[in-house]
């Protein structure tokens, strides 16, 4: 595993982690762990799909044009030369 070291972390900052931390009863780092998987994209699954609906729910989307399509084209011949 990684570790990462924080430099000059306001007093505030850490003192809100600790208080966090404590209501979720484990430690600082465990907490930090926590935050920073959220923070870059633990969201997969149902979840992904909750939070999406949720994100634009209010919106009417577009309506696309679509290309025109031309015909099949041919099938490659096999014939012996």
């Known amino acids: 595993m990684a570790m990462i070291t924080i430099r000059n972390l306001d007093d505030v ?7 966090r931390a404590a209501r979720h ?3 600082m780092e465990e ?13 997969t699954g ?17 309506d696309l044009e ?3 399509r031309g ?3 041919a099938s490659p011949g ?3 030369s």
């Open 13 to 19: 900052v850490k003192e809100q982690l600790r208080m």
């Open 25 to 27: 009863g484990r430690s």
């Open 31 to 43: 907490e930090a762990r926590d935050i920073l998987k959220q923070a870059v994209g633990g969201i």
């Open 46 to 62: 149902a979840k992904l799909w909750e939070r999406s609906r949720s994100l634009f729910k209010d919106e009417d989307g577009v």
């Open 66 to 68: 679509l290309p025109a």
């Open 71 to 73: 015909g099949d084209r």
């Open 78 to 80: 096999f014939a012996e």
